[in-house]
């Protein structure tokens, strides 16, 4: 196995996890909001914060650091919109999905599990509450579809 396949190998590992665990959070988050149970609903959030900081983030660094190192191997090149438009348009989406995700939605997943615990002690939503579950619904939808849409421009990419 050359360093291509190795750097391929590492980039869909990472891949699988992060969109794994975006989609599982998701399902699981609707799921506990529809028992209406606040002690279910805050251990959701806990644990969707726990898993978003282990396998979550390293599925994410993963994705970026080996991606990268693919396109270098590879001879693409980093960031070059031509003549590769697909390769370029893959780093500029991942990046996106990479910074929204730091940035935004780790911290909001802490701050969320936080308000679904004092939710869950109160035995009514707070207005933090309602918020951070906001946020983390627009936000992961959007890393989401462009997680899949980076996926899709890989796939049908001309060989």
Do not use: C
């Not at 190795?6 to 699981?28: E, K, P, Q, R």
């Not at 969707?48 to 983030?57: E, S, T």
């Amino acid at each position: 196995m050359d360093m291509r396949g190795v750097m391929l190998f590492l980039h869909l590992i990472g891949l699988a996890l992060w969109f794994g665990v975006t989609l599982t959070l998701a399902l699981l988050a609707v799921r506990a909001n529809r028992t209406g149970d606040r002690a279910v609903i805050a251990f959701t959030y806990r644990a969707g914060h726990r898993v978003l900081m282990g396998p979550g983030l390293i599925g994410m660094l993963l994705t970026t650091i080996a991606g990268f190192g693919l396109a270098g191997v590879g001879g693409y090149g980093v960031l070059q919109p031509q003549p590769h438009h697909w390769q370029f348009q893959m780093q500029v989406l991942g990046l996106i999905a990479f910074v929204l995700a730091v940035a935004i939605q780790i911290p909001n997943s802490g701050r969320l599990a936080r308000a679904a615990d004092a939710s869950a002690n109160a035995e009514e939503d707070s207005a933090s509450f309602v918020k951070f579950r906001k946020t983390n619904a627009i936000v992961g939808s959007i890393n989401g579809v462009l997680i899949l849409i980076a996926t899709l421009l890989g796939a049908l990419r001309p060989f």
